[in-house]
């Protein structure tokens, strides 16, 4: 049984949703197998799935959909 390095939680085998997030880039990987601590919630990813994300951010791939993805700002709200 791997345990998380943060809190030292269990780790449980999941499919999540990767948010790449750089500057003014964002995109998501829907599908993504990690392993999830049930405690603190950390994603950790094997160096193989790592690879693979960044292979995403270099857009080899085209995108299966596009989102359209509302963005609010803390300090300046707009109601
Ligand atoms: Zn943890």
């Known amino acids: 049984m791997n345990r998380c390095v943060f809190c030292g939680g269990e780790l449980k085998k999941e499919t999540v949703t ?3 997030e750089d500057d003014d ?3 998501f990987v829907e599908h993504v197998p990690a392993e ?3 405690k603190c919630g950390e994603k950790t990813y094997s160096p193989e799935v790592t690879e693979e ?3 995403f951010g270099r857009q080899k791939c085209k ?3 596009t989102v359209e993805v509302p963005v609010f700002d803390f300090e300046e709200k707009v109601c």
């Open 18 to 20: 990767f948010v790449y």
């Open 53 to 55: 994300l960044i292979n």
């Open 63 to 65: 995108p299966l959909k």
């Open 36 to 38: 999830v601590c049930s």
């Open 25 to 27: 880039r964002y995109f």
